[in-house]
Nanobody, 123 residues
Framework: QVQLVESGGGLVQPGGSLRLSCAGS????????IGWFRQAPGKRREGIAC????????EYADSVKGRFSISRDKAKNTVYLEMSSLKPEDTAVYYC????????????????WGRGTQVTVSS
């Protein structure tokens, strides 16, 4: 059974940093693309970063480019999202999703999802 578990969220001040983790089980990371998404209250789920299944060329949304970085530890079957220069508008529940091979920021393309972790950016 495929499972994804996000962790690392919390409360951070504007300008601060956080590292989110997406730990996978029930599948090997080789072959699965992992995407990070976020959803603020009343808004649609937004794709912000993804890493392909068999390459290391990530894709980022313009809203986070230059501030967020996605990486993968295949040995731990875990994907990380390093977030820096955080802004209040980054406040949302952050989710990771898995799909076979292709990296995309479209939530509808993802087969598996975690339950999310809350990130709040506030002073």
């Amino acid at each position: 059974q495929v499972q994804l578990v996000e962790s690392g969220g919390g409360l951070v001040q504007p300008g601060g940093s956080l590292r989110l983790s997406c730990a996978g089980s029930g599948f090997t990371s080789d072959g699965y693309a992992i995407g990070w998404f976020r959803q603020a209250p009343g808004k649609r789920r937004e794709g912000i970063a993804c890493i392909p299944g068999r390459e290391d060329t990530p894709e980022y949304a313009d809203s986070v480019k230059g501030r967020f970085s996605i990486s993968r530890d295949k040995a731990k079957n875990t994907v990380y999202l390093e977030m820096s220069s955080l802004k209040p508008e980054d406040t949302a529940v952050y989710y990771c999703g898995a799909e076979w091979l292709t990296c995309t920021l479209m939530a509808s393309e993802y087969e598996y999802w975690g339950r999310g972790t809350q990130v709040t950016v506030s002073s």
